[in-house]
């Protein structure tokens, strides 16, 4: 017998998603507040991160960002780089345990992803404090001394390739010996302030006579950026590496003419490009990062630094070169969020991550909250898990590399208890568990209403979930990259009901905003609905001049005569809109009058034909411009 189906709604919460919180050691802003320099001191240490952890994992966020190299020193152990100050008070000093072993392991147990973030160049905040030690004393060539005011510290020269190649190989140590998620690099390249005579001495042994130098210290960056890459793939393809420049990439137009592309209209500020000599989006078309995180740390209030407009920005430029990569290459637009100033509220941080779920392309958003403290004293865990944040999320999946199909898991048992177990033969990092009502449909391919949990090994407790004998079960596993693979059931029903979930649009954006067309000529505008999966995806086209240019159902673009029109897509479900603003050109020696349109468009035998009216003759041609005999 058929059951009846029902629909709910979707509450807008995408089944992928990036949710992180940098979790800062320097300062000890984050982590730890404590010193180990005792047993006492590691265990207090301890139970203050898992405690973080377990805060952060209740409010649904998936991964930390751990700030492990903060001024060329270790929260782990190196055989290049001294133990941090931060952890002991004395730099050097071991503190009785591995904090980057204990932090993976906390997190891997909870099923959530660790990152190490690492500071690449910089080497002191204010310079001599480390006195004559480590790299002073044995490579004092390479410090670089800086006093400009917004930087009165030193960094390792970018511009030396033994700086480079010891940056690399001290990540790689890394790499080779923790089995971290991911590896983010954040905006501390060359200095804020700017760069003047400090690096006179690399430019005077390696940058060519014909460079300039600001190319040179871009060209510089980019080099060490590419190497890490390439190296972490050899060896761990599956490790995320991503970086997080400065919100505002140049505001220079001649810049980003240079590669084909405009800037956002009305930003102001800092420009990263001339000041970090930071090239993102050479990053980004060079593939050497699997994701980019901007530091977008203003309001959707902001008028010379707007949120929404940043976020958008990003997210097309990032698309736009992307598209362009060989192989399904993808990189991924995730953006650093402010929670740290006087104006974050709940609702604004709800904005902008809502924005970046518009911005992003390929259905893989993310926000990373600076910091995580006050992520919880600003009340957003509770806040963000009451809105945005309602469902669990995955972390969007590098589907792009080679990976093998993992089996679904084996003799699944629910213990009285409530404890849920099962085998998995492959190689598995972690599961996704679904809990739904038994005779329901999960609908777990596209949507995260039943996601229960991320499981980190082959058991999980359901002890909070009710009525557990009338609940099915899904887990699936889910490999390094994140790909999730075909489903295990438990309990489940002979017959389901089909539960269609009715997934709304939240949404709709277009990369082409505005176009120049021949008389004659057609293009597609190619919106995307947001989500992908939405269950009414019918856009509404309307042209503001259908005489100029007329817009088909499809979304199709004709340009009929001289003059400029807007076409506007609407969204039947939520009623959004996107807009392109169409210049027609060409029609020279094309009568027009008010009175009789030069262009018509006319069906006839079934075909949609172009009425012209050229030197007072009428005649049809098709859309592709051929002439109708």
Known sequence: ???????????????REFRATWLTTHYRIDWPSSLATSSSGVAA??????????????????AVMLQVRPTADAFYQSSYEPWSHNLTGTRGQYPGYDPLQYAIDECHKRGMECHAWVNPFRYEVNAGSYGNVDIRANHPDW???????????????????????????????????????????????YPYGGTTTEDSVSQRLYKPAEMNVGDWRRQNVNITIEMIYDSIKAVKPWVRFGMAPFGIWTTQP???????????????????????????????????????????????????????????????VTQHFSDQLPEGRRVHFYSANNDYSDWVTVSEEAAEVRANRLAAPYDAPGAIFYNTTNYKT??????????????????????????????????????????????????????????????????????????????????????????????????CALDRFGNEFAPAFYNRADTEVVDTIEVHVTGIKMRLTETRLRVGEAIALNPTIVPSNASIKTIVWTSSDENVAYVFDTGTVMGLSDGTAVITGTTVDGGYQVQCTVTVYGGDGIERTAEQPTNALIMQDGQLLILRRIAGEEQLFTPNGQRVK
């Not at 017998?1 to 089944?15: G, I, Y």
């Not at 240490?45 to 998936?62: E, H, M, P, S, V």
């Not at 960094?155 to 190989?169: K, N, Q, S």
């Open 1 to 15: 017998m058929m059951a009846l189906s029902t629909s709910v709604m979707n509450a807008a919460n995408p089944k």
């Open 45 to 62: 240490q301890q139970r203050q991160l898992c405690a973080l952890l377990d805060t952060l994992k209740a409010g649904n966020i998936n």
């Open 143 to 189: 410090l670089l001394y800086y006093s400009n005011g917004s930087y009165n510290g030193t960094i390792m020269d970018p511009g030396l390739p033994v700086v480079r190649e010891y940056v690399r190989d001290v990540m790689m140590e890394m790499i080779n010996n923790y089995d971290v998620d991911g590896m983010i690099w954040d905006d501390y390249f």
């Open 254 to 316: 001649a810049v980003a003419a240079s590669y084909g592309i405009t800037l956002p209209q009305g930003i102001v500020g800092l420009d990263d490009y001339a000041v970090q000599f930071c090239d993102p989006l050479a990053w980004i078309q060079g593939g050497y990062v699997d994701y980019i995180a901007p530091q977008i740390y203003w309001s959707t209030a902001s008028v010379g630094q707007n949120y929404n407009k940043l976020a958008n920005w990003w997210g097309s």
């Open 378 to 475: 600003k009340g957003l865990i509770i806040g963000l898990k009451g809105n945005v944040f309602a469902e669990k999320a995955l972390p969007p999946a590098m589907d792009w590399f080679a990976h093998d199909t993992l089996a679904p898991p084996t003799n699944i048992s629910l213990n009285a208890d409530g404890l849920l177990t099962w085998d998995h033969a492959d190689s598995a990092s972690r599961f996704a568990v679904y809990v739904y009502p038994k005779g329901t449909a999960p609908e777990y391919e596209t949507s995260s209403r039943y996601l229960y949990d991320i499981a980190g090994e082959n058991q999980l407790s359901l002890t909070k979930v009710a009525n557990r004998d009338n609940q099915s079960i899904i887990i």
